[in-house]
């Protein structure tokens, strides 16, 4: 158990429910582009991710194919500048930068700060402490040491949970980033959250190699997630069509989704992990990226 703190309650903000859905379900976007931006405004984006977090990220994820993005404050403060939607910035993990991290970002306007990489629950408390109700907290479970004080994490007012399956994957040295969905880690985590929960990454519901998308979204949708960030071949699988039509056909699927038969339910669940379970990725050295909004596909 941590040492006892008084913790003021953060209010997260709140979600639009797809379209014909009595359930809400939140679609976050890692961009800073304003073409981009524009275009995912315009189509109802849920909350915009400023990325702040790079400190160490470059030897944790050396040979991983991950991309890591360089937005600074100065995006946090533009992007609200432009926008009524809401604005999260992912900091670094907890350490020395982190005060002067959290008040750059509430400076800034962000309605939401994400702390990655979290270890345990008293760094978490003093975040929140710190923040005292000037905007939402969120953390990031992906470390080794944070699932064993899953408990405690639950207790503490938090806006969402998200768990980051690629830096876990990498501290667990598993087969492949999805092992954690089809090895029960996942379900073990999401058991101890009752706030807004989320995991993976979406794209267009007929994409997603070697994972389908529609088999994640199946998951997200058994575990009752409520929120999940639009993976990086977002941008590649949407390049030239409207995403006035694309992000509601998401929406539609993701909801579609929750309202399968249990058999199907079970099947769906049966396919993704034979399909975890069988993907073998090759490990290779980063590859870097013409633009950080505009990744790579699959």
Known sequence: MTQSVRIEHSKPFEQKPARGSTKPFGLLLFATEPHLLGRAVAAGIDGIIVDCEFAGKEARQA???TEINRHTFADVERIRRHTSTPVLCRINRFGPMTRREVEQAITAGADEILLPMVQTPREVELVLNQVRSRCGVGILVETVAALGV???LGRLP???VYLGL???GIARKTPNIFTAVADGTL????QHFRVPFG???VTLPERGYPIPCSLLMGELARLNCSFTFLRRSFWA???GRDLMVELPRIREALDAATRRPAGSVARDQAVLYDAINGWKPVHSGRRPTLNADIARSG
């Open 63 to 65: 040979g991983a194919d």
């Open 150 to 152: 899953l408990e405690e």
């Open 158 to 160: 938090l806006s969402r």
């Open 166 to 168: 690629n830096d876990l």
């Open 187 to 190: 379900e073990y985590v999401r």
């Open 199 to 201: 995991f993976g990454g």
């Open 237 to 239: 699988d949407t390049r």
